[in-house]
């Protein structure tokens, strides 16, 4: 993994060390702004092999590329959001996410914070006890 303090690019993950696909790499390009950047398409993806190419002499020219553009990537995390509760109507389902109630917006430590009130209900409703302090408890359910 790359991070980059010049655009366009921000990260650059290697495919082949991570995923099995050997000379494969992905780029993000995280932004809120609409368009997310002022190029496109084979330019963006012109640039940003530009980029990598400075912080990796001698990369070969790009034999394939794909921009891909996720346009709802995250919830907006507005005044007033409602969002789901980690309970729900179905006996024994509960829910787990960054997209579920909680203080923290659409994040990793949001997701895991998630799963974690999650298994503490998941133990509630099965009527096991993770640990004898009531502040630990499940907050939402
Ligand atoms: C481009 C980008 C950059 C980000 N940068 C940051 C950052 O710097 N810091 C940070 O804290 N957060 C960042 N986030 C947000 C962070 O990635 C999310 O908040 C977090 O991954 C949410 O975790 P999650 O487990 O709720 O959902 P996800 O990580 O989205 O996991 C959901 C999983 O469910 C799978 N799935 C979906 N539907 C189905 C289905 N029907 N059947 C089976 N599986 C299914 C998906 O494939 C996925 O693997 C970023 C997000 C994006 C998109």
Redesign the pocket.
Known sequence: MLGFTDGPGQWAFDRGALAGQPGLIGV?I?ASSNPPHPLSGDALASAVHLQLARSMPGLPAARWSKVIT?KF??FACTPGLVRPATRTRAAGVFL????VASDYP??????VR??QNAARCVADYLGEYLTERPADRCRQC
């Not at 787990?96 to 997209?99: E, I, N, T, V």
């Open positions: 993000v995280s996720e990537a995250t787990a996410g960054d997209h659409a994040t990793l430590e949001g997701a998630s799963g």
